[in-house]
């Protein structure tokens, strides 16, 4: 199965890729946008930018079973490896909340950069990395970097204007961030802590993902 957030009619889409259909609609919040899966596969975490708020759907009943307040502008979620807790990007407020997944409350808001957009955690359980955007007119281009243990930034990186886009390689050294002003993609080795390549890519490069060849 895939699930599709809907931000116009507030809904996931739950599609059977076998039969090549739309089998469920999940209600959420107002305006669902970024989403990630459970480690385990058991629940999905759905940010909500318009009302402030996180959907939590169980996957087997394809329903929402809890909406979390979380602050101004949820624009994407990330797990931890062990699923115990998820961060919030928090656009308008310039911070990432912090979610306990067992007692499904947040715990902590860290400040980040400007306008943070996506988060993702390295494989090891050490880091979460955040993508700070900024706006059009006065971008940011940095990559903070949460440590888990705690969850204070513990290293900010210089890339591109308009951070927007985070993935990490399953070695957990690497991260990849797309700029969306200057439509460019970072490489930032995590264990010497420079950025070490940089890519041109098309106009306004959003989402990034690492393929293991």
């Not at 899966?37 to 394809?62: F, H, K, T, W």
């Not at 329903?63 to 979390?68: F, G, I, M, N, S």
């Not at 979610?99 to 979460?128: C, F, K, S, W």
């Not at 957990?172 to 950025?195: H, K, M, N, P, Q």
């Amino acid at each position: 199965f895939a699930f599709v957030t809907n931000a116009g009619d507030n809904s996931v889409s739950v599609v059977d890729l076998e039969a090549k259909e739309s089998v469920a609609t999940i209600a959420t919040g107002e305006y669902p946008h970024g989403l990630r899966l459970s480690p385990d596969g058991q629940e999905l975490y759905v940010a909500n930018v318009l009302d402030g708020s996180v959907s939590i759907i169980d996957v087997e009943a394809r329903e929402e079973v809890a909406r979390l307040p979380v602050g101004q502008a949820p624009v994407q979620v990330g797990f931890t490896p062990d699923g115990t807790r998820v961060f919030v990007s928090l656009r308008d407020e310039n911070r990432v909340a912090v979610i306990d997944t067992n007692r499904r409350e947040v715990v902590e808001r860290i400040e980040v950069g400007r306008l943070p957009i996506q988060v993702h955690a390295t494989p090891d359980g050490r880091y979460m990395l955040v993508a700070n955007e900024g706006t059009e007119d006065e971008p940011d281009n940095r990559v903070s970097v949460i440590a888990l243990d705690s969850l204070a930034v513990v290293a900010t990186h210089e890339v591109g204007a308009g951070a927007h886009g985070v993935s990490v390689d399953d070695s957990g050294r690497f991260a990849f961030v797309t700029s969306l002003y200057d439509d460019s993609l970072s490489v930032i080795d995590l264990e010497a802590g420079t950025v070490i390549s940089r890519y041109d890519t098309g106009q306004g490069p959003n989402g990034v993902t690492w393929v293991n060849h």
